[in-house]
Protein backbone atom coordinates (compact mmCIF):
# COMPACT_ATOMS: atom_id res chain seq x y z
CA UNK A 1 0.00 0.00 0.00
CA UNK A 2 0.82 3.30 -0.71
CA UNK A 3 0.71 6.69 1.42
CA UNK A 4 -2.44 8.36 0.67
CA UNK A 5 -2.00 11.88 -0.62
CA UNK A 6 -3.82 14.71 1.31
CA UNK A 7 -4.85 12.46 4.28
CA UNK A 8 -5.06 14.58 7.50
CA UNK A 9 -6.58 13.89 11.37
CA UNK A 10 -10.55 15.52 9.82
CA UNK A 11 -10.37 12.73 7.08
CA UNK A 12 -9.34 9.85 9.62
CA UNK A 13 -12.16 10.77 11.70
CA UNK A 14 -14.67 10.51 8.82
CA UNK A 15 -13.25 7.63 7.96
CA UNK A 16 -13.61 6.02 11.85
CA UNK A 17 -17.41 7.22 11.97
CA UNK A 18 -18.06 5.07 9.01
CA UNK A 19 -16.55 2.22 10.64
CA UNK A 20 -17.83 2.78 13.40
CA UNK A 21 -21.42 3.48 11.74
CA UNK A 22 -21.49 0.42 9.95
CA UNK A 23 -19.97 -2.61 12.21
CA UNK A 24 -19.83 -1.06 15.55
CA UNK A 25 -17.83 1.42 18.12
CA UNK A 26 -15.57 -1.88 19.00
CA UNK A 27 -14.65 -2.11 15.08
CA UNK A 28 -12.72 0.89 14.96
CA UNK A 29 -9.27 -0.04 15.13
CA UNK A 30 -5.92 1.61 13.70
CA UNK A 31 -5.38 -1.80 11.44
CA UNK A 32 -9.19 -1.92 9.78
CA UNK A 33 -9.07 2.64 9.72
CA UNK A 34 -5.73 2.07 8.11
CA UNK A 35 -7.13 -0.93 5.32
CA UNK A 36 -10.23 1.45 4.78
CA UNK A 37 -7.99 4.67 3.91
CA UNK A 38 -5.48 2.23 1.90
CA UNK A 39 -2.62 3.01 3.90
CA UNK A 40 -0.14 1.39 6.69
CA UNK A 41 -0.97 1.76 10.00
CA UNK A 42 2.19 3.40 11.37
CA UNK A 43 0.91 6.53 8.68
CA UNK A 44 -1.72 7.09 10.87
CA UNK A 45 0.22 8.34 13.69
CA UNK A 46 1.21 11.13 11.60
CA UNK A 47 -2.31 12.38 12.77
CA UNK A 48 -3.11 10.74 15.61
CA UNK A 49 -1.75 9.56 19.07
CA UNK A 50 -3.09 5.89 18.89
CA UNK A 51 -6.62 4.23 19.44
CA UNK A 52 -7.19 6.15 22.50
CA UNK A 53 -6.90 10.02 20.71
CA UNK A 54 -8.75 8.36 17.73
CA UNK A 55 -11.74 7.55 19.97
CA UNK A 56 -11.68 10.83 21.52
CA UNK A 57 -11.52 12.86 18.14
CA UNK A 58 -14.55 10.47 17.26
CA UNK A 59 -16.49 11.64 20.21
CA UNK A 60 -15.49 15.12 19.64
CA UNK A 61 -17.00 15.12 15.80
CA UNK A 62 -19.78 13.29 16.93
CA UNK A 63 -20.84 15.63 19.60
CA UNK A 64 -20.54 17.93 16.99
CA UNK A 65 -22.51 16.61 14.28
CA UNK A 66 -25.12 15.68 16.57
CA UNK A 67 -24.92 19.23 18.05
CA UNK A 68 -25.38 20.80 14.52
CA UNK A 69 -28.39 18.27 13.80
CA UNK A 70 -29.91 19.78 16.71
CA UNK A 71 -29.32 23.50 16.36
CA UNK A 72 -30.98 23.29 12.71
CA UNK A 73 -33.70 21.13 13.97
CA UNK A 74 -34.70 23.64 16.92
CA UNK A 75 -33.81 26.51 14.39
CA UNK A 76 -36.53 29.40 14.84
CA UNK A 77 -38.67 27.54 17.21
CA UNK A 78 -38.95 28.16 21.00
CA UNK A 79 -40.32 25.97 24.11
CA UNK A 80 -42.72 22.98 23.19
CA UNK A 81 -42.17 22.99 19.11
CA UNK A 82 -38.16 23.42 20.28
CA UNK A 83 -38.25 20.54 22.78
CA UNK A 84 -40.01 18.44 20.39
CA UNK A 85 -37.61 19.20 17.54
CA UNK A 86 -34.27 18.51 18.85
CA UNK A 87 -35.64 15.69 20.58
CA UNK A 88 -36.66 13.90 17.09
CA UNK A 89 -33.38 15.55 15.70
CA UNK A 90 -31.66 13.63 18.74
CA UNK A 91 -32.99 9.95 18.05
CA UNK A 92 -32.87 10.55 14.06
CA UNK A 93 -29.54 10.79 14.87
CA UNK A 94 -28.82 7.79 16.81
CA UNK A 95 -31.00 5.84 14.18
CA UNK A 96 -28.71 7.64 10.69
CA UNK A 97 -25.10 7.49 12.68
CA UNK A 98 -25.92 4.20 15.51
CA UNK A 99 -21.69 3.99 15.85
CA UNK A 100 -21.47 7.52 15.80
CA UNK A 101 -23.67 8.37 18.43
CA UNK A 102 -22.52 5.71 20.83
CA UNK A 103 -19.16 7.50 20.78
CA UNK A 104 -21.00 10.90 22.22
CA UNK A 105 -21.92 9.00 25.17
CA UNK A 106 -18.57 9.18 26.31
CA UNK A 107 -17.83 10.85 30.26
CA UNK A 108 -15.89 14.08 29.17
CA UNK A 109 -11.96 13.34 30.01
CA UNK A 110 -11.05 15.50 32.75
CA UNK A 111 -8.42 18.17 31.22
CA UNK A 112 -9.46 17.54 27.85
CA UNK A 113 -10.92 21.14 26.76
CA UNK A 114 -11.73 20.09 23.41
CA UNK A 115 -14.01 16.88 23.98
CA UNK A 116 -15.68 19.02 27.63
CA UNK A 117 -16.48 22.15 25.11
CA UNK A 118 -18.06 19.69 22.80
CA UNK A 119 -20.43 18.55 25.15
CA UNK A 120 -21.01 21.34 26.39
CA UNK A 121 -22.32 22.97 23.59
CA UNK A 122 -25.10 20.37 23.48
CA UNK A 123 -25.70 21.33 27.04
CA UNK A 124 -26.43 25.25 26.07
CA UNK A 125 -28.30 24.81 23.57
CA UNK A 126 -30.84 22.34 25.73
CA UNK A 127 -30.39 24.67 28.93
CA UNK A 128 -31.10 27.64 26.19
CA UNK A 129 -34.43 26.00 25.25
CA UNK A 130 -35.01 25.67 28.72
CA UNK A 131 -35.46 28.87 29.86
CA UNK A 132 -39.10 29.41 28.21
CA UNK A 133 -39.97 27.33 31.06
CA UNK A 134 -38.75 29.05 33.93
CA UNK A 135 -37.16 26.07 35.68
CA UNK A 136 -34.51 28.03 37.50
CA UNK A 137 -30.71 27.25 36.68
CA UNK A 138 -30.63 24.14 38.81
CA UNK A 139 -34.10 23.25 37.37
CA UNK A 140 -32.74 23.52 33.38
CA UNK A 141 -30.16 21.28 34.96
CA UNK A 142 -32.86 18.10 35.88
CA UNK A 143 -34.76 18.94 32.92
CA UNK A 144 -31.67 18.47 31.00
CA UNK A 145 -30.68 15.60 32.23
CA UNK A 146 -34.93 13.95 32.15
CA UNK A 147 -34.60 14.84 28.48
CA UNK A 148 -31.20 13.13 28.01
CA UNK A 149 -32.35 10.09 29.69
CA UNK A 150 -35.83 9.70 27.95
CA UNK A 151 -34.11 10.32 24.61
CA UNK A 152 -31.05 8.25 24.92
CA UNK A 153 -33.71 5.51 26.46
CA UNK A 154 -35.92 5.46 23.60
CA UNK A 155 -33.17 5.59 21.18
CA UNK A 156 -31.05 2.31 23.03
CA UNK A 157 -34.35 0.52 23.08
CA UNK A 158 -35.45 1.06 19.40
CA UNK A 159 -31.75 0.09 18.48
CA UNK A 160 -31.80 -3.39 20.16
CA UNK A 161 -34.83 -3.60 18.57
CA UNK A 162 -37.22 -3.04 21.61
CA UNK A 163 -39.94 -1.95 20.20
CA UNK A 164 -41.29 -4.84 18.02
CA UNK A 165 -45.27 -3.98 18.25
CA UNK A 166 -46.51 -2.91 14.40
CA UNK A 167 -46.66 1.12 15.82
CA UNK A 168 -45.23 4.42 14.46
CA UNK A 169 -41.96 4.85 16.88
CA UNK A 170 -41.73 8.61 16.01
CA UNK A 171 -45.54 8.88 17.40
CA UNK A 172 -44.60 7.39 20.52
CA UNK A 173 -41.07 9.97 20.81
CA UNK A 174 -43.71 12.90 20.10
CA UNK A 175 -45.67 11.55 22.60
CA UNK A 176 -43.19 11.20 25.42
CA UNK A 177 -41.61 13.99 24.94
CA UNK A 178 -44.56 15.78 24.72
CA UNK A 179 -45.79 13.79 28.52
CA UNK A 180 -42.09 15.49 29.54
CA UNK A 181 -43.05 18.64 28.80
CA UNK A 182 -45.84 18.42 30.37
CA UNK A 183 -44.30 17.46 33.68
CA UNK A 184 -42.18 20.35 33.18
CA UNK A 185 -44.43 22.27 35.06
CA UNK A 186 -43.37 20.01 38.25
CA UNK A 187 -40.27 20.94 38.32
CA UNK A 188 -40.59 24.95 38.97
CA UNK A 189 -38.49 26.00 41.50
CA UNK A 190 -40.69 26.47 44.38
Known amino acids: MSPRAGLDSRMLVIAAGE?????????????????????????????????????????IYGLGELSTTMVNAAKGLNGDAAVQAMGHAYVNFARSRPGLYETT????????????????????LIIHVMKDYQLGEEGEIHAVRGLRSILHGFASLEQKGGFGMALDTNISLSRLISTFIAGIGNMKSK
Do not use: C, F, M
Not at 106 to 115: D, G, W, Y
Open 19 to 59: IADHEGIEAVTLAALANKLGVRSPSLYNHINGLQDLRTQLA
Open 105 to 124: LRAPEKENTELEAAGDHILR
